[in-house]
Antibody
Framework: EVQLVESGGGLVQPGGSLRLSCAAS????????MSWVRQAPGKGLEWVAN????????YYVDSVKGRFTISRDNAKNSLYLQMNSLRAEDTAVYYC?????????WGQGTLVTVSS | DVVMTQSPLSLPVTLGQPASISCRSS???????????LNWFQQRPGQSPRRLIY???NRDSGVPDRFSGSGSGTDFTLKISRVEAEDVGVYYC?????????FGPGTKVDIK
């Protein structure tokens, strides 16, 4: 059974940093693109970033470019999102999802709140 | 970036009646490999999104056959043949054809 479990969310002040993790199991992690998608409170889904199987290609939504970095550790079956210079508008539930083009599996999400 | 639009944004439906959601993209979603990466997701209240349909018309495992997807190019439709109470939630289309993935704004389905 495919499982994606996010962690690392919490309350952080504007300008601060946070690192999210996603632990994957039930499939060959190194064979899939992986993605981060977020959802602000009461709002719709927004794709944030994705990363190729070997980490050689990464794409970001414009609003996080230069502030967020997606990475992965295939030996640990883990996906990461390093978030720097956080803003109030980054407040959201962050989901990790499998695949690049079809997001077939999602985790339960982790809440990031940016507030002073 | 490819802009995804959906209509309607709110859809009150009667149990047992059909429902239809339209999704349009600002650019063609046909990829160079011949596939069209248009997907549909359901998000029930308090839950993570769940994929229902991938590549326009392919139903995911466990998805009831009352859900169907159709369309091509830039115009797509999700249909529910007979709405049930468990179908309440928000439905999103998503394109994965272009490098920057984009979602539609969502259509909220509830019971009249």
């Amino acid at each position: 059974e495919v499982q994606l479990v996010e962690s690392g969310g919490g309350l952080v002040q504007p300008g601060g940093s946070l690192r999210l993790s996603c632990a994957a199991s039930g499939f060959t992690f190194s064979s899939y693109w992986m993605s981060w998608v977020r959802q602000a409170p009461g709002k719709g889904l927004e794709w944030v970033a994705n990363i190729k199987q070997d980490g050689s290609e990464k794409y970001y939504v414009d609003s996080v470019k230069g502030r967020f970095t997606i990475s992965r550790d295939n030996a640990k079956n883990s996906l990461y999102l390093q978030m720097n210079s956080l803003r109030a508008e980054d407040t959201a539930v962050y989901y990790c999802a499998r695949d690049r083009r079809s997001q077939g599996y999602w985790g339960q999400g982790t809440l990031v709140t940016v507030s002073s | 970036d490819v802009v995804m639009t959906q209509s309607p944004l709110s859809l009150p439906v009667t149990l047992g009646q059909p429902a239809s959601i339209s999704c349009r993209s600002s650019q063609s979603l046909v990829y160079s490999d011949g596939n069209t990466y248009l997907n549909w997701f359901q998000q029930r209240p308090g839950q993570s999104p769940r994929r229902l349909i991938y590549k326009v018309s392919n139903r995911d495992s466990g998805v009831p056959d009352r859900f169907s997807g159709s369309g091509s190019g830039t115009d797509f439709t999700l249909k529910i043949s007979r709405v049930e109470a468990e179908d309440v939630g928000v439905y999103y289309c998503m394109q994965g054809t272009h490098p920057l993935v984009t979602f539609g704004p969502g259509t909220k389905v509830d019971i009249k």
